[in-house]
Structures are given as structure tokens and as C-alpha cells.
């Protein structure tokens, strides 16, 4: 069943704090930095960010003939000087794209060699992941918010040293933290097995044991908060295209749609009916359902449009949820 | 990996991607362009070319007429793919107007056209499907007692009941199965019965129709009856006025232009809806399909068998009540005229029933996805949002709006002064939320900066104008024009109170229940003012 906002009839609980939820940026800036504005228009005491903070592509800017020429939006484009160059970058990274200048040399590399490639992506994920720990304690360090942040199942494990080395936002990933007094949070980056080669894909198995390890340690877990990339299996939060997996990379099969959460998800959720579930993972599948009394929630992303698709959750002062919303901004 | 040269034969810069998850569902390009011929009201569109124009704006030129509404259209596609390319997900105008001018706007305009729509087309779609599909077959059948039944109340309302629940069960069943349907019925059956019109005109060209026609209905109504009847109406034969060719846009406006509204209404799954050109051709081959080849071309051959000046003469005998054929006068009949064989006339119908099955079915599946976003946008309550575990589908939203239209069928049916203010009112709210929508367009740019600067229209200027405000801002005058037009016009019929009672209805309820939905979150402790507040992407 999918829900707008707390359905009891009874006059809801006033807000004590409210945290503030949003995922899936993939390397978006605008998004990134609407969120971090977001905070104080939302008037939020808590943020937390979902998995899924790198690109998913990399933007050759090649220098050539004086100036430089790279694809934005489908066209090539070039930059003259210094200026444009500047604006070409920017603008490349709006679009969730990692820019790299290069030589024609080097851009000649990057077509033969596939590892090279793949060296300049994580570079270029870390990079950016480290600008924007950077950012997010300059906003939010002097709003006194705490940020929890986690990797999701596309994101290099190379950025939890990143993320454990942030002098403000707090790696969240694998951990039971008390986010408010009386409420505790467990995250989890990891999710079950896609038709691509993630580097956070596991086995439901391996998936639900490690959910179980966290859950168990929860005190209150009625009053938890189950931060965890992957929604539930059959939830609603989780369709998509089945894809064609047998040419690669695999292809959507036109009009036909499957459920794509975890089960062990929505396992570790049914047998211990948190308070509040956040995921992110399936862009197209975002709504607020519940899953016996959980209230699981994903806010979609279009982080390649520059949206930024969130929820918002009130909780009373007993830490209990009071109301719940998705916003897009 | 290979890189693509651009022309001057430099090899032109590709991106590098990498193995990561989250697809869109995708429509195929042929998928929307056929999905919106038949929204655009494919064949069904034959409602409105006869015999209502020919009466009521004496000298109507119905292909001129076609070929300037495509016109308008030209500049409704562009308008459509640019805001479709900058926001490529389910919503449309609702999503376009919301974030481009108010939510208030955005939600009540849309609210309005749904509306409307419902009021519309499933009845309408119900009427095409018996009147120019069954009636004919049923004639050509010798099944006299069948024809009396389909054009009597209770049977338009059968039909139109099937007909709903048809379009709710297929809803329910979700997108693939209508795919499926309307690649492997719906399209066929559309060209099958285009082809057997032009082909059955054609092959009457130098046919005595005079004829047929005496011979078609028992006891006979014969030309010369009609001819007399029109004369005594006061129909003189007139050339062709530019003026009332032009005021009959107002209703075709909507429908050619809307070859791309059930693109819009399915962006979230239509393969490429980032890319500007992409959207544009697809909208504007849907437009040409329509207009040209679905609707000019088959009325320019039917006029010139029967003869354009019979078809003025039967439409003033029968608009002023002077003749009473034993069916509704359409041109589905006419074509049953030209042949005595039951298998011709099948196939001609065939394109009846498939296009008016689809123009309901297009409310049903394009209405249930605006309203989901509005739902999950909280501006409806989350009944209109709440997904099927099982199915994937809006069962609850269907099933509501499924009932509302048994409802309308049966006003439809049992109460026909209705038909032209619902005919001609839906058709209305169309342009007026195109209006709307061009007119988030032509701020589109200024208010929504950073969404437009990372879209493909911004590469689009006139000096430093943005194209899409310039025909944002070409559209909305064009729009309002067409509105002005029908709201003065009494040959439009909403010059009347009832028709104007609907049309200003569909928009205050939208108002009432945008205030009242925000009242009612408010009271469970939602901050609605979340929704609007401004969030600086610096």
C-alpha cells in the first residue's frame, strides 16, 4: 500500500526534529549542493544521505588546436579559453559527469586502454567525493545538522576511507548509531546481485546476515531507523525494466517490469518492523509504503536532471515517526 | 570502442561509461509514435469532420482546416519535446506547469483536462466504436434488430459500459499487455482499414453514389429527399470560407497537436526522451500520420465519391431535423454505402473500433499516471498513488475513475443534448491546458534556470532568447486564441450556460480540491509548505 503521510486518524504527535533523506546523486553537483541548501529550507535537524554517490561516466575534454573539445549533452562542443573551459567543466558536471582534461595523447590512451579508463573513474569519483565532504561541513557544520553518509551498491569501496576520513559527515555504513536521542539507525550499502558487475553486489544470503549482525544490536528497534540502499523485495519502491542479460551490456526489454529489492530486505524489515525504512537504488520507483508497520520510503532520483527528489520525516518527541513526505526541489 | 567523426572527419570525443546499475523502462520510438496517433484520436478524429461543421459553419474546408491545425502543432511539438527532453519522466503538463509556474497552476489546470478527458473519450471513444464500427458491420449483416439496438439509448450505453470495462482491465493489467495490443492488434487493424478506405474510394471514383445511396436504407431516403430537405434548411452551395474553416481549429487543435500527449503522459519509459530532436521527430510523425494520412487524405477521397457538395446538403437536411435516416449520420456509413460486401465493410470498420477503443483506453492509462504523480507529489490523497503489489497498477485510481465513467456513459447515453458540450468541451480543455503548458514554456528558462541550463533546449537561441520561450510565447497566443474562439463561437456549443457550466466546473473543482487536500495534510501534521519553498542549487 503506498502512503503520502501518516495515515492514523488520531491528531498527530507535534514534530520535535526532522530528518531530511535523499540518495542515489551519482556524481550530480547541482543535487548534491540542493541538498545541503535543503537543510536549512526544510529546516531539517538531521540529514542523511543513500549510497550511490559516484558517476557513472567520464567526459574526455581533449586539448587540441588551442582550445578543447569534449560531448556535452549528445554534441560536441569546444571551449576557446580559459573561461569557457571553466563553464564547460562546470557544466559537465552538472549533468553527473566526470570531467578530465586532457591531451590527444592521452585521449587516444583512454580509447585503447579499458584499465586506464577505470583508473581515471575512481580517481575522479574519490576527488569529487572528497569536494563534497568538504562542502557539506562548511554548510552544515555551522547549522549544527549531522550528516550520515553511505556508499550504495555502485560506489568503489575505495570511498569509505574517503568517507571515514571526512572531518565532518559521519560514514554510517555497517554501523548502529543513535541519530537522536532515542533513536537508533543502521545503514547498509550493499545490495543483492544486478546484471552488472557492482562492487557492493552480494548474495541475498551474505546480504541478510549482514543486516542481521546490525539489527540484533539494536535496543528499540520499533523506534529504528533501517537506512538501506536496497528497498524491499515486492515493496512497490522496487520497479524497474527486466533487463536482457544475455547481451552486454544488458538491455531493457520494452514494457515488461520485475521487482528488483532484496528480499533479505524486506525479510530483516518484516521481522523487525523498524520505524522508518530509507532506500534509494531504483531511480524510477520512488513512493513511501509500508511494510507491516514500517513506514519504507524512497524518494527516486534525477540526479541527471538536476532534481533533487527527497523525504522529508517528522518524528515526535517520544522518537516515534509523526508524519512523512516526498519533496522534489 | 570507436570514436565517431563529426565532418570535418576529426574524430569526435565519446564519453566513457561504466558498469553501473539504474535503467529507466523504455518505450520504443515506433511504440510512441503509434501510441500517439491513436491518442491523437486516430479515425475517431471522423467525429468532428462530419456532419457538425458543415451545418454549423457553412463553406468549412475540413482539409485546409487539418493541414493548419499541424501548423499550430509545429510549434506545440517543439514546446512539448523541449520541456519533455529538460524533464524526460511520467507527469506532463501537470510536472511542466508545477515546476515552471505554480503548484496551484500545475495542479489544477491538469486537474481540469483530466477531467475533462474522462467526461470526454471514453463515452466518445464507445460512440466511434458502435456508430462507425458495429452499425456498419451489423448493417452489411442484414441484422436489422442488432442496428436498432446499438443506436438506441440502452444499447450506446452497453457498448460504452463494455467499452470502460475493457479499458479498466487492461489498465490493471499494465503497460505490456496495451503493447502488446497495440502493436499486434490496434496498429494492424488501423492500416488494414486506412488501406481498404483509400482503396474502396478509389475503385468508386466515377460510381454512380446517388445510387447506393437510395438503396442503402429501407424505406429509402434518396438524394433528392435530402437535396429538397437541405434547400428548404436554406442551403445554397458556397465556396470555401477561410473564416469558418479556421474557428473549427479550436476543436482540432486539440487533437492533432495531441498525437504527443500520451508520449508525455509515458516520458518516464519512452526510450531517448532526453534527446530534443528525438522527441520532436516523434511527435511531429505522429502529427503527420494523423492529420494527413488518417484524416485528410480518407475525407478528401470520401468527398470527392460522394461528392462535397451532397455532404453539405445532408449535413444542413439533417442539422435542421428535415431528414431522419434510419443511423447515425457519420462517414463510417457512407463508406458502408460504396460496397455491398461484408468483408470490405468489416475491414473499414475494423479501424472504427480499434481507433475508438483506443482513444478511451488512452484516458485510462495516460489519466491513471498524472493523477500517481499527483498523488505522490501530495496534491491527491494517496488513494490515486497506491500501486498494486500484485500488478504493478493503479487498481484502486482505474477502478475509481472506471465507475465515474459508467456514470458519463449513461449521462451520455440518456441524456444526448450532452453529447456536443462533452465532445466539444473535452476537446476545449485540451487547448487550454497546451495554452498553459506553453506558457510554462515561455518562462521555463527564468524560472526554472538550472533544470533548463541542463537540458538540450538551451542550445536552442534567437539572438539570446531561448527558442523554447519564443514559441513557449507562440503557442500561448495561438492557444488563447483558439479558446477565445470557442468560448464566443455559438457554432462550437459553449456559448451555451450547461457548456460553460461544465467547462468552469472541471477548473473550480480542481481549486477545491487543492485547497482541500492541503487542509487535510496540514491537519495530519504534514508542512505543505515544504512543497513549495525554493532550494538555491549553488
Same mark, same amino acid.
Not at chain 2, 481549429?249 to 486539440?254: F, M, N, S, Y
Not at chain 2, 478528401?300 to 443511423?327: C, R, T
Not at chain 2, 468552469?504 to 480540491?513: C, N
Given at each position: 500500500?503506498?502512503?503520502? %503521510?501518516?495515515?492514523?486518524?488520531?491528531?498527530?504527535?507535534?514534530?520535535?526534529?526532522?530528518?531530511?533523506?535523499?540518495?542515489?546523486?551519482?556524481?550530480?553537483?547541482?543535487?548534491?549542493?540542493?541538498?545541503?541548501?535543503? *537543510?536549512? *529550507?526544510?529546516? %531539517?535537524?538531521?540529514?542523511?544521505?543513500?549510497?550511490?554517490?559516484?558517476?557513472?561516466?567520464?567526459?574526455?575534454?581533449?586539448?587540441?588546436?588551442?582550445?578543447?573539445? %569534449?560531448?556535452?549533452?549528445?554534441?560536441?562542443?569546444?571551449?576557446?579559453?580559459?573561461?569557457?573551459?571553466?563553464?564547460?567543466?562546470?557544466?559537465?558536471?552538472?549533468?553527473?559527469?566526470?570531467?578530465?582534461?586532457?591531451?590527444?595523447?592521452?585521449?587516444?590512451?583512454?580509447?585503447?586502454?579499458?584499465?586506464?579508463?577505470?583508473?581515471?573513474?575512481?580517481?575522479?569519483?574519490?576527488?569529487?567525493?572528497?569536494?563534497?565532504?568538504?562542502?557539506?561541513?562548511?554548510?552544515?557544520?555551522?547549522?549544527?545538522?549531522?550528516?550520515?553518509?553511505?556508499?550504495?551498491?555502485?560506489?568503489?569501496?575505495?570511498?569509505?576511507?574517503?568517507?571515514?576520513? %571526512?572531518?565532518?559527515?559521519?560514514?554510517?555504513?555497517?554501523?548502529?548509531?543513535?541519530?537522536?536521542?532515542?533513536?537508533?539507525?543502521?545503514?547498509?550499502?550493499?545490495?543483492?546481485?544486478?546484471?552488472?558487475?557492482?562492487?557492493?553486489?552480494?548474495?541475498?544470503?551474505?546480504?541478510?546476515?549482514?543486516?542481521?549482525?546490525?539489527?540484533?544490536?539494536?535496543?528499540?528497534?520499533?523506534?529504528?531507523?533501517?537506512?538501506?540502499?536496497?528497498?524491499?523485495?515486492?515493496?512497490?519502491?522496487?520497479?524497474?525494466?527486466?533487463?536482457?542479460?544475455? *547481451?552486454?551490456?544488458?538491455?531493457?526489454?520494452?514494457?515488461?517490469?520485475?521487482?528488483?529489492?532484496?528480499?533479505?530486505?524486506?525479510?530483516?524489515?518484516?521481522?523487525?518492523?523498524?520505524?522508518?525504512?530509507?532506500?534509494?537504488?531504483?531511480?524510477?520507483?520512488?513512493?513511501?509504503?509500508?511494510?507491516?508497520?514500517?513506514?519504507?520510503?524512497?524518494?527516486?532520483?534525477?540526479?541527471?536532471?538536476?532534481?533533487?527528489?527527497?523525504?522529508?520525516?517528522?518524528?515526535?518527541?517520544?522518537?516515534?515517526?509523526?508524519?512523512?513526505?516526498?519533496?522534489?526541489? | 570502442?570507436?570514436?565517431?567523426?563529426?565532418?570535418?572527419?576529426?574524430?569526435?570525443?565519446?564519453?566513457?561509461?561504466?558498469?553501473?546499475?539504474?535503467?529507466?523502462?523504455?518505450?520504443?520510438?515506433?511504440?510512441?509514435? +503509434?501510441?500517439?496517433?491513436?491518442?491523437?484520436?486516430?479515425?475517431?478524429?471522423?467525429? &468532428?469532420?462530419?456532419?457538425?461543421?458543415?451545418?454549423?459553419?457553412?463553406?468549412?474546408?475540413?482539409?485546409?482546416?487539418l493541414l493548419l491545425t499541424l501548423l499550430y502543432g509545429v510549434v506545440v511539438y517543439f514546446v512539448y519535446a523541449a520541456l519533455g527532453s529538460a524533464m524526460p519522466r511520467?507527469?506532463?503538463?501537470?510536472?511542466?506547469?508545477?515546476?515552471?509556474?505554480?503548484?496551484?497552476?500545475?495542479?489544477?489546470?491538469? +486537474?481540469?483536462?483530466?477531467?475533462?478527458?474522462?467526461?470526454?473519450?471514453?463515452?466518445?471513444?464507445?460512440?466511434?466504436?458502435?456508430?462507425?464500427?458495429?452499425?456498419?458491420?451489423?448493417?452489411?449483416?442484414?441484422?436489422?434488430?442488432?442496428?436498432?439496438?446499438?443506436?438506441?439509448?440502452?444499447?450506446?450505453?452497453?457498448?460504452?459500459?463494455?467499452?470502460?470495462?475493457?479499458?479498466?482491465?487492461?489498465?490493471?493489467?499494465?503497460?505490456?499487455?496495451?503493447?502488446?495490443?497495440?502493436?499486434?492488434?490496434?496498429?494492424?487493424?488501423?492500416?488494414?482499414?486506412?488501406?481498404?478506405?483509400?482503396?474502396?474510394?478509389?475503385?468508386?471514383?466515377?460510381?454512380?453514389?446517388?445510387?447506393?445511396?437510395?438503396?442503402?436504407?429501407?424505406?429509402?431516403?434518396?438524394?433528392?429527399?435530402?437535396?429538397?430537405?437541405?434547400?428548404?434548411?436554406?442551403?445554397?452551395?458556397?465556396?470555401?470560407?477561410?473564416?469558418?474553416?479556421?474557428?473549427?481549429?479550436?476543436?482540432?487543435?486539440?487533437?492533432?497537436?495531441?498525437?504527443?500527449?500520451?508520449?508525455?503522459?509515458?516520458?518516464?519509459?519512452?526510450?531517448?526522451?532526453?534527446?530534443?530532436?528525438?522527441?520532436?521527430?516523434?511527435?511531429?510523425?505522429?502529427?503527420?500520420?494523423?492529420?494527413?494520412?488518417?484524416?485528410?487524405?480518407?475525407?478528401?477521397?470520401?468527398?470527392?465519391?460522394?461528392?462535397?457538395?451532397?455532404?453539405?446538403?445532408?449535413?444542413?437536411?439533417?442539422?435542421?431535423?428535415?431528414?431522419?435516416?434510419?443511423?447515425?449520420?457519420?462517414?463510417?456509413?457512407?463508406?458502408?454505402?460504396?460496397?455491398?460486401?461484408?468483408?470490405?465493410?468489416?475491414?473499414?470498420?475494423?479501424?472504427?473500433?480499434?481507433?475508438?477503443?483506443?482513444?478511451?483506453?488512452?484516458?485510462?492509462?495516460?489519466?491513471?499516471?498524472?493523477?500517481?504523480?499527483?498523488?505522490?507529489?501530495?496534491?491527491?490523497?494517496?488513494?490515486?498513488?497506491?500501486?498494486?503489489?500484485?500488478?504493478?497498477?493503479?487498481?484502486?485510481?482505474?477502478?475509481?475513475?472506471?465507475?465515474?465513467?459508467?456514470?458519463?456513459?449513461?449521462?451520455?447515453?440518456?441524456?444526448?443534448?450532452?453529447?456536443?458540450?462533452?465532445?466539444?468541451?473535452?476537446?476545449?480543455?485540451?487547448?487550454?491546458?497546451?495554452?498553459?503548458?506553453?506558457?510554462?514554456?515561455?518562462?521555463?528558462?527564468?524560472?526554472?534556470?538550472?533544470?533548463?541550463?541542463?537540458?538540450?533546449?538551451?542550445? &536552442?537561441?534567437?539572438?539570446?532568447?531561448?527558442?523554447?520561450?519564443?514559441?513557449?510565447?507562440?503557442?500561448?497566443?495561438?492557444?488563447?486564441?483558439?479558446?477565445?474562439?470557442?468560448?464566443?463561437?455559438?457554432?462550437?456549443?459553449?456559448?451555451?450556460?450547461?457548456?460553460?457550466?461544465?467547462?468552469?466546473?472541471?477548473?473550480?473543482?480542481?481549486?477545491?480540491?487543492?485547497?482541500?487536500?492541503?487542509?487535510?495534510?496540514?491537519?495530519?501534521?504534514?508542512?505543505?509548505?515544504?512543497?513549495?519553498?525554493?532550494?538555491?542549487?549553488?
Amino acid at each position: 500500500m503506498r502512503l503520502k %503521510a501518516r495515515s492514523r486518524a488520531r491528531r498527530p504527535a507535534e514534530r520535535s526534529w526532522r530528518l531530511l533523506y535523499a540518495t542515489d546523486f551519482h556524481a550530480g553537483d547541482v543535487v548534491l549542493r540542493k541538498f545541503l541548501n535543503a *537543510v536549512s *529550507v526544510y529546516e %531539517a535537524d538531521v540529514a542523511v544521505i543513500g549510497g550511490d554517490l559516484t558517476g557513472k561516466r567520464l567526459a574526455p575534454v581533449v586539448k587540441q588546436d588551442g582550445g578543447w573539445r %569534449a560531448e556535452v549533452l549528445g554534441r560536441e562542443q569546444t571551449a576557446a579559453d580559459g573561461r569557457e573551459l571553466q563553464a564547460m567543466v562546470r557544466r559537465i558536471r552538472e549533468l553527473g559527469q566526470y570531467p578530465v582534461v586532457v591531451t590527444a595523447e592521452e585521449y587516444e590512451e583512454l580509447l585503447r586502454d579499458s584499465d586506464a579508463v577505470a583508473r581515471r573513474f575512481e580517481a575522479q569519483a574519490l576527488l569529487q567525493v572528497e569536494e563534497w565532504l568538504t562542502l557539506a561541513a562548511e554548510r552544515l557544520e555551522p547549522l549544527g545538522v549531522p550528516l550520515y553518509v553511505t556508499g550504495g551498491n555502485d560506489d568503489y569501496f575505495s570511498i569509505e576511507a574517503v568517507l571515514d576520513s %571526512a572531518s565532518y559527515a559521519i560514514n554510517a555504513d555497517g554501523k548502529v548509531l543513535e541519530i537522536a536521542p532515542g533513536v537508533q539507525m543502521i545503514s547498509c550499502g550493499y545490495g543483492n546481485p544486478t546484471p552488472w558487475p557492482c562492487p557492493r553486489d552480494i548474495s541475498e544470503e551474505e546480504l541478510g546476515s549482514r543486516l542481521e549482525i546490525m539489527a540484533s544490536q539494536l535496543s528499540d528497534p520499533g523506534r529504528a531507523i533501517f537506512n538501506l540502499h536496497v528497498p524491499p523485495f515486492g515493496s512497490g519502491l522496487d520497479v524497474c525494466a527486466q533487463l536482457d542479460t544475455s *547481451v552486454d551490456p544488458p538491455r531493457p526489454l520494452v514494457g515488461q517490469e520485475i521487482n528488483a529489492g532484496s528480499t533479505a530486505v524486506r525479510a530483516v524489515i518484516e521481522r523487525y518492523q523498524p520505524a522508518i525504512g530509507l532506500h534509494g537504488h531504483i531511480h524510477e520507483s520512488s513512493g513511501i509504503v509500508k511494510v507491516g508497520s514500517t513506514v519504507c520510503i524512497n524518494p527516486g532520483s534525477e540526479y541527471g536532471e538536476g532534481v533533487l527528489r527527497s523525504a522529508v520525516v517528522d518524528f515526535a518527541a517520544d522518537g516515534r515517526p509523526a508524519s512523512w513526505q516526498l519533496l522534489t526541489a | 570502442m570507436t570514436a565517431r567523426a563529426d565532418s570535418a572527419g576529426t574524430p569526435r570525443v565519446q564519453l566513457f561509461t561504466r558498469a553501473s546499475s539504474g535503467l529507466i523502462r523504455e518505450l520504443s520510438f515506433g511504440d510512441t509514435v +503509434w501510441y500517439g496517433v491513436f491518442s491523437g484520436g486516430a479515425l475517431f478524429g471522423f467525429v &468532428y469532420l462530419f456532419p457538425s461543421p458543415q451545418y454549423l459553419s457553412p463553406g468549412i474546408n475540413i482539409p485546409l482546416m487539418l493541414l493548419l491545425t499541424l501548423l499550430y502543432g509545429v510549434v506545440v511539438y517543439f514546446v512539448y519535446a523541449a520541456l519533455g527532453s529538460a524533464m524526460p519522466r511520467a507527469g506532463g503538463d501537470y510536472l511542466y506547469e508545477s515546476r515552471s509556474l505554480h503548484p496551484v497552476v500545475g495542479f489544477t489546470v491538469p +486537474w481540469a483536462c483530466q477531467l475533462l478527458f474522462w467526461l470526454t473519450f471514453p463515452p466518445a471513444g464507445a460512440y466511434v466504436l458502435s456508430t462507425f464500427g458495429l452499425v456498419p458491420i451489423a448493417q452489411a449483416a442484414n441484422a436489422d434488430g442488432i442496428v436498432s439496438w446499438l443506436v438506441s439509448e440502452n444499447g450506446v450505453f452497453v457498448v460504452s459500459a463494455v467499452t470502460v470495462i475493457a479499458c479498466w482491465a487492461l489498465t490493471i493489467s499494465g503497460l505490456h499487455l496495451y503493447r502488446r495490443i497495440q502493436r499486434y492488434v490496434l496498429v494492424p487493424g488501423l492500416v488494414i482499414s486506412v488501406l481498404t478506405i483509400i482503396g474502396l474510394t478509389l475503385a468508386s471514383f466515377g460510381t454512380n453514389f446517388s445510387r447506393d445511396f437510395d438503396h442503402f436504407q429501407t424505406p429509402a431516403l434518396t438524394t433528392q429527399q435530402v437535396a429538397a430537405a437541405a434547400a428548404k434548411a436554406g442551403y445554397h452551395p458556397m465556396g470555401v470560407s477561410l473564416s469558418h474553416t479556421l474557428i473549427w481549429i479550436a476543436v482540432l487543435a486539440a487533437y492533432v497537436p495531441y498525437s504527443m500527449y500520451s508520449a508525455q503522459g509515458l516520458l518516464g519509459e519512452v526510450k531517448g526522451a532526453r534527446s530534443l530532436t528525438r522527441l520532436y521527430m516523434s511527435f511531429l510523425t505522429g502529427g503527420v500520420i494523423l492529420a494527413v494520412i488518417l484524416l485528410a487524405l480518407p475525407f478528401l477521397l470520401i468527398s470527392h465519391v460522394v461528392g462535397a457538395d451532397f455532404l453539405n446538403q445532408y449535413a444542413w437536411a439533417y442539422g435542421a431535423g428535415l431528414i431522419h435516416p434510419a443511423y447515425l449520420p457519420n462517414i463510417g456509413v457512407f463508406l458502408s454505402m460504396l460496397t455491398s460486401n461484408p468483408l470490405v465493410v468489416a475491414l473499414v470498420a475494423l479501424g472504427f473500433i480499434v481507433g475508438g477503443f483506443a482513444i478511451a483506453n488512452v484516458v485510462f492509462v495516460n489519466s491513471a499516471r498524472v493523477m500517481m504523480a499527483m498523488g505522490l507529489d501530495g496534491s491527491l490523497p494517496s488513494f490515486f498513488s497506491d500501486v498494486s503489489d500484485r500488478r504493478h497498477t493503479p487498481v484502486k485510481a482505474a477502478t475509481l475513475w472506471s465507475v465515474c465513467a459508467l456514470g458519463v456513459c449513461a449521462i451520455f447515453s440518456y441524456v444526448p443534448s450532452w453529447f456536443t458540450i462533452v465532445l466539444i468541451g473535452g476537446a476545449i480543455g485540451s487547448v487550454i491546458v497546451v495554452g498553459v503548458t506553453c506558457l510554462a514554456a515561455a518562462v521555463f528558462p527564468y524560472r526554472a534556470p538550472e533544470i533548463f541550463q541542463a537540458s538540450p533546449s538551451a542550445r &536552442y537561441k534567437v539572438g539570446s532568447v531561448p527558442l523554447v520561450t519564443i514559441m513557449g510565447v507562440l503557442g500561448t497566443v495561438m492557444s488563447g486564441a483558439l479558446v477565445v474562439v470557442a468560448l464566443v463561437n455559438s457554432a462550437l456549443g459553449l456559448t451555451s450556460a450547461s457548456a460553460q457550466l461544465v467547462l468552469g466546473g472541471a477548473f473550480v473543482t480542481g481549486v477545491i480540491v487543492y485547497a482541500a487536500v492541503r487542509v487535510y495534510r496540514r491537519r495530519e501534521g504534514v508542512d505543505t509548505s515544504l512543497a513549495f519553498r525554493y532550494v538555491p542549487p549553488e
